[in-house]
């Protein structure tokens, strides 16, 4: 994970493509390109255990968001839920970014989750990791304006 990608001129016009593009595919794309990641972690030897799932993600995601971070600054929060019915995260990256990534941990396994308020079936905020009724109320005493609010 330190070494930086390197050679390969088509390779990385199609990195740039990936990583730049709008709209659902390049999401996808990218969700995909954290995944792939993640694989080739794995296939290093470096392991998710299942019994102890907290302390690998703590010690591996972070590396994965720093990654996202150096490259492509402000653009990028990992997010890992775990249980399902548990809003908070089991891990969160530190700084807010243009565009959340959100993956679902199970028995080991990373899988993208597309819709995040699908996962809890109501609207979801990242900033309160919790799910709300009404946007307007919510918008009212989300923590992330408020924390806005208190800068200026
Ligand atoms: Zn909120």
Known sequence: MHKKIKGDPHKNKRFQRLVNGNGQFA???REKL?????KNMWR?????QMDE??????????IIQDYLNERWP????????????????MWKGTN??????CLFLKNGHYSPIRFISNLFGAPYCME????????????AKCVSILGKMNKF
């Open 27 to 29: 999401k996808r794309r």
């Open 34 to 38: 954290v995944l792939d990641i993640l």
């Open 44 to 48: 290093r030897g470096i392991k998710y």
């Open 53 to 62: 799932p907290a302390y690998t993600v703590d010690k591996h995601v972070p």
């Open 74 to 89: 402000n653009e990028y929060r990992l997010s890992i839920f775990g249980q399902r019915g548990r809003m908070r995260p």
């Open 96 to 101: 807010r970014a243009r565009q959340e990534i």
């Open 128 to 139: 309160c990791e919790s799910t709300y009724g009404n946007s307007i109320d919510h918008r």
